[in-house]
């Protein structure tokens, strides 16, 4: 499965300590984040994250891209409710098009272990048809 993640500043210790706690589980699938997130994830677990730019230059929308294209089976997506950047990807963009493709997205870490958990029992395979179809 392509799973997506996306982290605010404030948020990307959490996301690594997440990605190192359920490395055996995102070893198996394959991993995406801007630029820096993915970074910090990779350098934190050793496993290979597929980059896109940083989100300020580019890095959101070739995220939202992969999202129209259908192409993300699961997205996760620390963001800080109580500040707002316009250096930080949308999240209300992000969630609605996550919702117009039906893609499971988290926004915190009890949401996102849940699915990840999930996922490793096959509790999100469903997507695998969902994107055959397109």
């Given at each position: 499965?392509?799973?997506?993640f ?36 990779e ?29 993300m ?38 949401t ?16 695998m ?6």
């Amino acid at each position: 499965m392509n799973i997506g993640f996306l982290a605010a500043g404030s948020r990307k210790d959490l996301i690594e300590n997440f990605c190192v706690a359920y490395k055996y589980i995102l070893a198996k699938h394959t991993l995406y984040a801007t630029e820096m997130t993915g970074r910090r994830i990779e350098q934190a677990t050793n496993l290979k994250v597929h980059k896109f730019l940083s989100g300020a230059v580019g890095g959101e929308k070739q995220f939202i891209d992969m999202i129209q294209r259908n192409y993300m089976d699961l997205v996760i997506y620390f963001y800080n409710p109580m500040m707002t950047s316009p250096n930080e990807p949308d999240i209300v963009e992000i969630t609605r098009e996550c919702d117009r493709y039906t893609i499971p997205i988290a926004t915190n870490i009890a949401t996102a272990e849940a699915m990840v958990l999930g996922m490793e029992n096959g509790d999100l395979d469903w997507r695998m048809s969902v994107r055959a179809e397109e």
